[in-house]
């Protein structure tokens, strides 16, 4: 089963998002901070990397980029999740390698039918 | 070789050749027989015999073969020897027959050294001698032909033997048929018996000599020539004559030509008038022409010329007079002279002489012709013209002097000297006649003593001579006063005076003087002499009265330039005082005064009229009620209305007695006789009328009116200048406080962007006061701070645009002269003048700062919104629909509960937050003052800091003083609380600490909220309070940053204080101080 790595410092969505996928039966890794995401990522390997934009320290642009630099994790699919809604903000989400540009509020049941999209097909 | 030996070797050779084989076979057959002999054999007689014939026949045969190659030897050697002779012999028989021929250039080549040969040389000598010969006679043959002049040969018959192509030529007839004809053919009778004695004549021998005849040539005419022969002798015999003739014709022609010239020369010659002698080295003349002939009484023609010409018997140039021939023989050339004699009479007589040489082939002199003609009478009228001429040219000169004077003075002595001059006289004197006409004193005098002049110098009219030329208006002149008696009771009669005149200098109506001239000679007056001097007399009078006249017309054009200088004086000053002054009132006056002095009025007064036609009083030279009221309505009649509508000066000699003028009271009122009314006019509009009252009669000369007119132009052009001043001031007034009154900046400028005005609003926001900034160029003004220079290229473009007539906006940002950054709005418009172009631009400068903070506001709210608040509702919404979902079990649900609730709250105050703002900012925020105890307001916010609380894992410490109370706002409190939890909370690490201090002092109450979370950088602390000021950390944390503005602006509202306290990485501490106050 395939993993997703979600960072966002806000807690409850963190928890909602797990929880949504836990459902789904996809394994989830949660992280509260982006300081060490990547290396994170690299370690689990996830198939699908959710990320928060507005994050403290590290901002979720920044570790989007740094992933696709990163051979290893160059490949992983990105969601950005984002309470900013304007298009000059998704056409530089889309250019940073974000697969997917989801605005806040979101609604769970979106979110899991895109992340099986993703990784779902692939049962290995 | 010779050819004699040539033959005897031939001979001996042959000799040779025949007898030596012979004998050799002679010998040999004898030796035959003789050694048969000898051998024995016998030998008998008949064997000799035999012998014999067998030798005998042997030789025979051998003989024969022998005498055939000799034979034939002989032949070739024959023939060979024989070639070279028969050669020359063919040669020498070639040339006989070309010398027969005639060809003598013929030479034979010598081929052998021996008697042909000489032959043949000889030959040649004599073919050349022959060749020479025939030459010779060639040539004399050729001259012959040559000759130009026709030749002929007679035999003694006088048979035409030979003749030359020359005369085939001359008489035109064939050689062949001239050959043989007789000479005497080519004369007529009368040539030919004067040739048929030529021959007769020739008997002494020799040539003849050269007669003159005619030939008759072929076609019949005749031909001039000249005829010389001579006889030809052969020994002592005749055997012919030879004659040569010379064509004649072109001398005989030249002849005839030479001796018609000459006749026609002479023809000439003798028709001339002049004299005409031909000179010869001796003086003599050798021709002359009839004239000459005729005149002399003698000879002419071998006498010496000046004895013809000047009856001296010794040659002119010989006395020391000059002589024409003489100079022509000296220098070769033509000579032109004129020579005085005396006549026959004893009259002058005067000859022109043109003397012209004739020179030979080589250049000499040797005749003069000379050409003589009386020119007596020319010269005598050269004289007379030349007399007359004098007298025109004095004449002349005296006009030249009348014409070029202007002072009497100088005209009468330059007159009388000229005149004295002309005459040749000793001198003379002017008389005048006095103004009584009776009387008559000498003035100017030349060649007069002074006691002479004091005696003679007073005369009356009719007395003497002067005296009665006065009263005749006449000359008189007199040759010789001494001896005239028609002069007679004179002073001058034994004065020794004797030439004298008196000429009368004639004015336009009488005589004004007498030129008197006299001389010690006597002095015929000529008729031309008395013309000039009337002349004279007259010219100068008309001068003299020109003079009167010219000083008259000075004197007037003096008065009048004086008049004129004076009324420009008074035009100048009172336009003067008039363009000076603004307040028209005041100057009118004295203008008025000025004016009615000028003219001798008894009062003056000015009305204006306004556009109905009224006519209100403006300026009076008196005091007069109700002034600036209406003194004439356009209805009624008056003076000046009347005037103004003639557009004129107006003259009333009597406004009494005439009826139809209304007069105002004042005017009414005075016992004014006269008036004359001047309207002003500008262009076709009526400013008003001013006019001047006379308490008596006034005429008006035209240049008094023409100066009242230029007055009442100039006080015209005032007073419309001075309703123009009025109203622009009242309008300046007007524009002026609308410019002062405006909120915004408004800078005027010229044309070339230096500051006209500014008002107070610019002062305002720019804090550059009104005084400095104008005159500076606009962009200079603003130079206070570097910071400016974007504002300024701003403000440049907005001003340049309107320059060219656009008009031109910007924003901007301007330092403030305090330093404070506002936001403005630039906007350039043109001013355009009358033609269309820019003669200024106004700026306006409109401080645009609270319309940008509320555009960041609105700005910032929509952030906030759109972002702020998409968070919380993102665990609303995604929470409720997971729990709608099923997607959880309860307990987890219960969780999203809790954090629905939370986040809800969260939002509501934020929202909460962004409602104040807009109250604050609409200044519509109301204080509901409550008791409130702090303790209890402090749980109740617990609550809604717990999700965040629990995110944070942190942790809230309260101390609070069990009695603190503050009299407040509640909900405002609340607010300001929640804030500074809220940023503690948010701006640290997890697990932080929050303190709570609350202390009731006696002032008030003292909150302190204090974490240690990571402080606030110092760049950011001057900016905490500002409205969605979010600080460094404001990328990465949410809020709307509206925060601290808030809690800000409720402790102000309370009357409180607050201050912040932090450093990064030490926490932050906020300090709150609100004071007590009565509750409600």
Redesign the interface.
């Known amino acids: 089963m395939k993993k997703v790595v979600v960072i966002d410092d ?4 963190l ?2 998002i797990e ?2 996928l836990r ?1 789904a039966r996809i394994d989830v890794v949660t992280l509260r901070s982006s300081v060490n995401a990547v290396e994170v990522i690299r370690k689990e390997k996830p198939g699908l990397v959710i990320l928060d934009w ?4 590290i ?1 979720g642009i920044e570790v989007c980029r740094a992933l696709k630099q990163d051979s290893e994790t160059a490949d992983i699919p990105i969601f950005m999740l984002t ?3 304007q298009d000059a903000d998704e056409q530089l989400g889309l250019r940073s390698g974000v697969a997917r540009y989801i ?7 979106a979110l899991l039918e895109m992340v099986q999209e993703v990784i779902g097909s692939d049962e290995q | 070789m010779r050819i004699i030996y040539k033959h005897i070797f031939g001979f001996l050779f042959f000799a040779f050749l025949v007898v030596a084989p012979l004998t050799l076979t002679v010998v040999r057959h004898v030796g035959t027989f003789i050694a048969a002999e000898e051998a024995g054999r016998s030998v008998d007689t008949s064997d000799y015999a035999r012998a014999y014939r067998q030798i005998a026949s042997k030789i025979g045969e051998e003989a024969a073969l022998y005498g055939f190659y000799v034979f034939v030897l002989a032949l070739i050697m024959a023939i060979f020897f024989s070639k070279g002779t028969l050669i020359s012999l063919k040669g020498l028989r070639k040339g006989s027959q070309s010398v027969k021929d005639g060809d003598l250039d013929f030479v034979l080549p010598v081929t052998s050294h021996d008697e042909l040969g000489d032959v043949t040389k000889a030959f040649n000598e004599m073919t050349a001698a022959l060749r020479e010969k025939t030459l010779e006679l060639k040539k004399k043959d050729l001259y012959v032909d040559a000759m130009l002049d026709p030749l002929w040969v007679v035999d003694g018959g006088n048979k035409i033997v030979d003749v030359n192509p020359a005369f085939t030529r001359l008489v035109g007839h064939a050689r062949d048929e001239v050959i043989g004809s007789s000479i005497y053919d080519f004369f007529d009778d009368y040539n030919e018996a004067v040739m048929r004695r030529l021959p007769d004549k020739e008997k002494d021998g020799g040539t003849s000599p050269v007669y003159e005849t005619t030939v008759r040539s072929k076609d019949g005419s005749r031909i001039p020539v000249l005829v010389s022969g001579s006889t030809l002798y052969s020994g002592e015999k005749i055997v012919g004559h030879m004659g040569i003739l010379k064509d004649f014709s072109e001398q005989e022609d030249l002849r005839s030509k030479l001796q018609s010239a000459k006749e026609y020369v002479e023809t000439i010659m003798d028709s001339i008038e002049d004299y005409i002698l031909v000179i010869d080295k001796e003086y003599r003349i050798i021709k002359a022409n009839k004239t000459a002939l005729m005149k002399a009484s003698g000879p002419v023609i071998g006498e010496f010329c000046h004895v013809f010409s000047h009856d001296q018997a010794k040659p002119c140039w010989s006395q020391g007079h000059e002589c024409p021939a003489q100079t022509v023989f000296m220098t070769g050339k033509n000579y032109r002279t004129t020579h005085q004699h005396i006549g026959a009479a004893g009259e002058k007589r005067f000859h022109e002489i043109v003397a012209s040489p004739i020179k030979d082939p080589s250049g000499n002199v040797l005749h003069v012709i000379e050409l003589i003609r009386d020119v007596t009478e020319r010269m005598m009228h050269e004289e007379e013209i030349f007399n007359k001429n004098s007298e025109l040219v004095a004449l002349n000169s005296v006009s030249g002097i009348l014409s070029r004077s202007l002072r009497p003075d100088e005209i009468f002595t330059k007159v009388l000297d000229k005149l004295i001059d002309m005459l040749k006289m000793e001198g003379g004197g002017i008389f005048f006649i006095d103004e009584s006409g009776k009387e008559m004193v000498c003035q100017y005098h030349r060649g007069i003593s002074e006691e002479y002049v004091k005696v003679m110098g007073r005369i009356k009219v009719g007395e003497d001579v002067p005296g009665k030329v006065a009263a005749i208006g006449q000359v008189i002149t007199s040759p010789d006063v001494s001896k005239d008696h028609s002069i007679d009771k004179s002073f001058i009669k034994h004065s020794g005076i004797k030439g004298y005149c008196c000429i009368p200098i004639r004015g336009k109506e009488r005589i004004i003087g007498v030129f008197s001239l006299f001389s010690f000679r006597t002095h015929h007056f000529t008729a031309e002499e008395e013309n000039i001097l009337t002349s004279v007399g007259e010219m100068t009078g008309m001068a003299i009265e020109n003079i009167k006249l010219y000083e008259k017309m000075r004197g007037l054009y003096e008065y009048q330039a004086k008049q004129r200088e004076m009324e420009q004086a008074q035009i100048l000053s009172i336009s003067s005082k008039l363009g000076s002054a603004i307040e028209l009132k005041d100057v009118l006056k004295p203008v008025l005064e000025v004016i009615k002095s000028t003219f001798g009025a008894d009062f003056a007064w000015l009305l204006v009229s306004d556009h109905e036609g009224n006519l209100a009083e403006k300026s009076a030279s008196a005091l007069i009620k109700h002034e600036g009221d209406i003194v004439y309505t356009n209805a009624v009649s008056s003076i000046e209305g009347y005037s103004a509508g003639r557009k004129t000066p107006t003259v009333i000699q009597d406004i009494r007695g005439d009826s139809k003028f209304y007069l105002a009271p004042v005017i009414a009122g005075q016992s004014y006789q006269s008036v004359i009314a001047v309207p002003m006019y500008i262009g076709e509009k009526n400013v008003g009328v001013y006019s001047l009252y006379y308490l008596g009669g006034r005429v008006f000369k035209e240049e008094e009116l023409h100066f009242l007119r230029i007055i009442a132009n100039i006080l015209a052009v005032s007073i419309e200048r001075s309703d123009y001043y009025a109203k622009a001031i009242a309008e300046k007034g007007l524009s002026d406080t609308i410019l002062q009154g405006v909120a915004d900046g408004i800078i005027t400028v010229d044309g070339s962007g230096r500051i006209i005005s500014v008002n107070k609003a610019f002062e305002k926001i720019t804090g550059v006061p009104a005084n400095e900034a104008v005159g500076l160029p606009i962009c200079d003004v603003f130079r206070f701070s570097e910071e400016n220079s974007d504002f300024r290229l701003s403000l440049g473009e907005c001003f340049e645009s309107a320059l060219e007539g656009e008009r031109g906006n910007r924003e901007a940002v301007m330092s403030t002269i305090s330093g404070g950054k506002i936001s403005v709005l630039i906007d350039s418009a043109p001013v355009f003048d009358a033609d269309g172009g820019v003669t200024g631009v106004v700026n306006l400068v409109r401080d645009v700062s609270r319309e940008k903070e509320i555009d960041r506001m609105k700005t910032e709210i929509i952030r906030s919104v ?6 919380p ?7 409720t ?2 729990i709608l ?1 099923g ?2 079990d309860d307990n ?1 649900a219960k ?2 509960l809790s ?1 629905i609730l939370s ?1 809800g709250i969260r939002l509501s105050n934020m929202v909460s937050d962004l409602l104040s703002i807009a109250r604050i900012e609409s200044g519509k925020e109301t204080v509901k003052y409550k008791k409130i105890v702090v303790r209890d307001l402090l749980s109740e916010l617990s609550e809604s800091f717990s ?1 965040l609380v ?2 944070k894992r942190a942790e809230i410490r309260f101390d609070v003083e069990e009695a603190a109370y503050v009299v407040a706002d509640e909900e405002k409190m609340k607010q300001l609380l929640t804030n500074l939890v809220d940023n503690s909370l948010m701006f640290s690490d997890d697990g932080c600490i929050v303190e709570i201090t609350v202390r009731d002092k006696r002032e008030g109450l003292e909150i302190n909220v204090s974490d240690n979370g990571w402080g606030i950088p110092d760049e950011d602390m001057p900016h905490l309070t500002e409205r969605f000021y979010r600080g460094r ?1 404001g ?4 809020g709307t940053g509206l925060g601290l503005y808030i809690c800000r602006e409720i402790v102000a509202m309370h009357g409180g204080d607050m201050h912040i306290e932090s450093r990064p990485g030490a926490g932050t501490r906020v300090f709150l101080s609100l004071p007590h106050r009565e509750a409600p």
């Open positions: 806000e807690p409850f969505i928890m909602m929880d949504k459902n507005m994050m403290p320290e901002s309470a900013k809604g605005t806040k509020p979101f609604s769970p049941r | 759109s972002h702020e608040f998409r968070t509702l993102s665990a609303i919404v995604g929470m629909e997971m979902e997607d959880i987890r969780k999203y954090t986040e999700s629990e995110k950390h990328q990465k944390i949410k």
